[in-house]
């Protein structure tokens, strides 16, 4: 069993700062890359940024020079910086990881999803 758990959501006015961590628990034998995502209502899923095992990261165009990602390897954790949020980053987050498990299957597991609501 794998288990990722999102936290650090919640409600911001705008220009303000939220950092999310998510944390990867179970039958875990290695972790490659990890990811966060975010889904609007009445949209799609879409990419915000990943970071490989060796630090490696991509973002979405819309968040560059706002959001940073890191992840601590000894923790299987990884963050989210969010800075000078905007209104339209007001979604659900989801953080994901692509991992090998302890019987050897390699698959992407995903959170729960963590709310972050952006005021005007």
């Known amino acids: 069993q794998v288990q990722l758990v999102e936290s650090g959501g919640g409600s911001v006015q705008a220009g303000g700062s939220l950092r999310l961590s998510c944390v990867a628990s179970?039958?875990?034998?290695?972790?490659?890359?990890m990811t966060w995502y975010r889904q609007a209502p009445g949209k799609q899923r879409e990419l915000v940024a990943a970071?490989?095992?060796?630090?490696?990261?991509n973002y979405a165009d819309n968040v560059k020079g706002r959001f940073t990602i890191s992840r601590d390897n000894a923790k299987n954790t990884v963050y989210l910086q969010m800075n000078s949020l905007k209104p339209e980053d007001t979604a659900v987050y989801y953080c994901?990881?692509?991992?090998?498990?302890?019987?050897?299957?390699?698959?992407?597991?995903w959170g729960q999803g963590t709310q972050v609501t952006v005021s005007s």
């Open positions: 994901s990881a692509n991992l090998h498990s302890l019987s050897g299957i390699r698959a992407d597991y």
């Open positions: 179970g039958s875990i034998f290695s972790i490659n890359a």
């Open positions: 970071i490989t095992s060796g630090g490696r990261t």
